[in-house]
């Protein structure tokens, strides 16, 4: 094999947000990181070696602040610097993403915000003919080839990836869907242990690797990255330009920040088939593997930190006239009850939905293969009765939970780590126990609001705040066994 010769590109900028906080990581030299560099923009050698030690390329995306994302590249880079080089390769990426993990956990318990420190992590350790990949969350790495295009070497953990791999929205549904924001696993979570991703690729000649955040490839779907990457035939200087434009000119919502690498020299001659992360109906697990393999499905952890990101703004006008049709419909449907019933009755109506997949406009959807009867509720998990509900009514309640809603059960999500360490430390104050009291008050008055507007929860909100109910109980019986603490 050829030695590897490579181009680097970097850019990280604020974008669509105020402040940026995506942190980037290159470092040329594995065995020499002080030479690692953290910039916003930057343009690398058009020929520089890949060492024996290997090229480590990073992107943090710390939803809570700048400093979780630098932080954790910062443990990576300390990791790194005394690693024992009897490990494997996967070996050792695994146990420096643990390692960030473990560091991002201690100083949030350490300055009492243990939902602030959390991030999404994508690492590509280029060494020998290989490519090490290992992720956590939603920031990317793709392979461009000239031979066979655009292919993910990661795969999303998101809800929203969920439902593409259980068949309930298609790819080009995910793109524009509502809850993209929505993580299952990140680097930092006190909710959970870390659980990466790790896959070995070979690297074949003419690759491009780019690694990015959710920034840009929320607003750059695979086909514009593709047909970019693959049009732009100059330095990597000129092909990240030419991604940015086109961010620019969708409208960016996000922080963006990526690092394209093209192989100069080196690398197998690529063959016809595609080496990238293989096409799943199930959620992939976190076995590191020699290669691509599939898995079996798991159920997916909301994240008890949440990214906020405003949303793409798409085309409307399909929008409006579905809700003129939806209006004329209504207007027909109250004009036929009072016309038949008289003002004493109104016709029954039944609504069957998939409580799985709420869309982005929130209508009710009918999946195949559910049971609509007359006075149920059909989901392809249970029945549940329902008292009848007049075509008025249906037309009139039960709307979509406000965002207001969403980002309070988000918030009080993010503050399940501040509490599990209260419980852990096990000594109960008064301070404590109003502040234990606060929180489950908070959450019981949402449950209230959800339960007397009727708000139609899409899947993920549903699970969210179940999740909080539990998480409600678990503290008041905490309180109920630690009656006789010491109160300061």
């Known amino acids: 094999?050829?030695?590897?010769?490579?181009?680097?590109?970097?850019?990280?900028?604020?974008?669509?947000?105020?402040?940026?906080?995506?942190?980037?990581?290159?470092?040329?030299?594995?065995?020499?990181?002080?030479?690692?560099?953290?910039?916003?923009?930057?343009?690398?050698?058009?020929?520089?070696?890949?060492?024996?030690?290997?090229?480590?390329?990073?992107?943090?995306?710390?939803?809570?602040?700048?400093?979780?994302?630098?932080?954790?590249?910062?443990?990576?880079?300390?990791?790194?610097?005394?690693?024992?080089?009897s490990d494997t390769p996967v070996d050792v990426l695994k146990k420096a993403i643990t390692h960030a993990d473990e560091t991002l956990k201690r100083h949030a318990a350490d300055d009492g915000t243990l939902g602030g420190y959390s991030c999404s992590l994508a690492v590509v350790w280029l060494i020998g003919d290989k490519a090490i990949c290992g992720w956590c969350g939603d920031s990317r790495i793709y392979r461009f080839n000239p031979a066979n295009g655009l292919v993910r070497l990661s795969h999303d953990h998101t809800y929203v990836q969920s439902l593409v791999d259980s068949g309930k929205i298609t790819a080009?549904?995910?793109?524009?869907?509502?809850?993209?924001?929505?993580?299952?696993?990140?680097?930092?979570?006190?909710?959970?242990?870390?659980?990466?991703?790790?896959?070995?690729?070979?690297?074949?000649?003419?690759?491009t690797f780019l690694v990015c955040s959710d920034g840009l490839c929320n607003v750059l779907a695979d086909p514009e990255i593709s047909d970019i990457l693959r049009g732009s035939r100059g330095t990597t200087a000129e092909r990240m330009d030419s991604l940015w434009q086109a961010g620019s000119k969708a409208g960016w919502t996000d922080n963006a920040t990526a690092i394209i690498c093209h192989l100069t020299e080196g690398g197998m001659t690529p063959g016809i088939a595609v080496d990238g992360y293989p096409e799943t109906t199930a959620e992939p697990s976190s076995a590191i593997a020699e290669g691509p393999s599939k898995s079996k499905k798991a159920e997916p952890h909301i994240s008890g930190t949440v990214k906020k990101r405003k949303k793409k703004r798409h085309n409307r006008k399909p929008i409006y006239l579905m809700a003129a049709i939806g209006i004329l419909f209504a207007g027909l449907l109250i004009y036929k009850a009072t016309d038949n019933e008289g003002d004493s009755q109104t016709n029954e109506k039944t609504v069957s939905y998939d409580a799985d997949v709420v869309r982005a406009d929130t209508r009710p959807v009918v999946t195949p293969g559910d049971t609509v009867a007359k006075d149920t509720v059909s989901t392809?998990?249970?029945?549940?009765?329902?008292?009848?509900?007049?075509?008025?009514?249906?037309?009139?309640?039960?709307?979509?939970?406000?965002?207001?809603?969403?980002?309070?059960?988000?918030?009080?999500?993010?503050?399940?780590?501040?509490?599990?360490?209260?419980?852990?430390?096990?000594?109960?104050?008064?301070?404590?126990?109003?502040?234990?009291?606060?929180?489950?008050?908070?959450?019981?008055?949402?449950?209230?609001?959800?339960?007397?507007?009727?708000?139609?929860l899409s899947d993920s909100e549903r699970q969210s705040l179940d999740a909080l109910n539990s998480y409600a109980n678990k503290l008041n019986l905490y309180l109920s066994q630690n009656q006789g603490s010491d109160e300061i």
């Open 1 to 85: 094999m050829n030695q590897l010769r490579i181009n680097v590109s970097i850019r990280s900028e604020k974008a669509g947000r105020a402040v940026n906080e995506d942190s980037v990581l290159y470092c040329p030299n594995v065995s020499s990181l002080p030479d690692a560099a953290y910039t916003n923009t930057a343009n690398f050698g058009v020929n520089d070696e890949v060492p024996s030690s290997g090229t480590l390329l990073a992107v943090a995306d710390g939803p809570g602040s700048k400093d979780a994302s630098r932080l954790a590249l910062d443990s990576i880079k300390e990791f790194f610097a005394e690693f024992s080089s």
């Open 380 to 456: 392809k998990h249970e029945h549940i009765s329902q008292p009848k509900k007049s075509a008025v009514n249906v037309a009139t309640t039960g709307g979509k939970a406000p965002a207001s809603f969403v980002n309070n059960m988000a918030s009080l999500n993010a503050r399940k780590g501040e509490f599990d360490n209260i419980m852990r430390d096990g000594v109960m104050t008064s301070s404590r126990r109003k502040k234990i009291k606060s929180y489950t008050a908070k959450i019981a008055s949402l449950d209230k609001e959800c339960k007397r507007k009727k708000y139609r």
């Open 172 to 207: 080009e549904e995910a793109f524009k869907h509502p809850d993209t924001n929505l993580v299952t696993r990140v680097v930092g979570d006190c909710g959970m242990s870390v659980n990466p991703e790790l896959i070995v690729y070979q690297v074949y000649e003419n690759d």
